[in-house]
């Protein structure tokens, strides 16, 4: 007899990626719990997903800005003992220009892109850590790296997560947890209509939901710690990684550069 999968807790779910982790975790066996603010959508996508799969579906409706709404989810994953996957997805963009952006609504996007996040992975890594297993999946974004594409909050923000992913996979490497950062490129969801520019989901270069997704759950399987949906060449994510750990340790020095000419 298989055992179970266990259940994966998925924010952002009530559509575009969230919404097909959702629909491709059932169907491989995972009972599911849906967080998002739109509470019509995701019952409507916990009822499909629970017909068409016989997998437990709960939806939990919460913004993940109110701090109350994310202590619950909080508090769920740290009490439900079947949970063995977080799946962070859950975020907000602009492409407004320092000028142009209201520092309120920044402050809102760093408070789901980043604090949420963060709390959500803390909450949950200590269990994943006494079970010796468990898997957190980060969605970043392109312009984590990237980062003059679109507002600079958002791109900071998506810069955080990728940092945060990899100390945590330096921390966790003698365990059976498993960091996952995902960073997609321009993907056809809702985002777009949110962020001021919807023309985005129809250029040629914008890939479907489904496709990140599925390509996204290939790469945890192949074992990958970051994974980039459309970039074509894995060796010029390893190139961009190998230079960048090489050039830590030149970082630190007693003296100022001879460029600077101090004394």
């Not at 019509?40 to 939806?59: I, Y």
């Not at 492409?95 to 892109?113: C, G, R, T, W």
């Not at 992975?121 to 980060?138: M, Q, R």
């Amino acid at each position: 007899m298989t055992a179970p999968l266990g259940t994966a807790l998925i924010t952002g779910a009530s559509s575009g990626i969230g919404a097909v982790y959702a629909d491709r975790l059932a169907k491989q066996g995972y009972d599911l719990i849906l967080v998002a603010r739109s509470e019509d959508k995701l019952n409507a996508l916990a009822e499909k997903l629970a017909a068409e799969t016989g997998q437990q579906v709960k939806a939990v409706k919460a913004d993940l800005t109110n701090k109350q709404d994310l202590a619950t989810i909080e508090g769920i994953l740290k009490t439900d003992d079947s949970i063995s996957v977080l799946i962070n997805n859950a975020g907000i963009g602009s492409v407004a220009s320092v000028l142009d952006s209201d520092v309120d609504e920044m402050e809102a996007m760093i408070a789901l892109n980043i604090t949420a996040l963060t709390r959500l992975s803390y909450a949950i890594l200590p269990i994943f850590s006494d079970k010796n297993a468990g898997t957190v999946i980060n969605i970043s974004s392109v312009v984590g790296i990237a980062s003059e594409f679109l507002n600079g909050v958002y791109s900071a923000s998506k810069s955080y997560v990728l940092s945060f992913g990899h100390r945590l996979q330096k921390e966790f490497a003698n365990k059976q947890v498993r960091i996952q950062t995902v960073l997609p490129g321009a993907t056809a969801t809702p985002f777009w209509d949110a962020a001021g520019y919807a023309p985005v989901k129809t250029a040629p270069t914008t890939m479907s939901a489904e496709d990140c997704v599925d390509a996204a759950l290939v790469g945890l399987s192949q074992g990958e710690m970051v994974t980039i949906p459309g970039l074509q060449h894995y060796d010029d994510w390893d190139d961009w990684e190998k230079s960048r750990q090489a050039l830590g340790p030149k970082f630190s020095n007693a003296q100022p550069a001879k460029r600077y000419g101090v004394k």
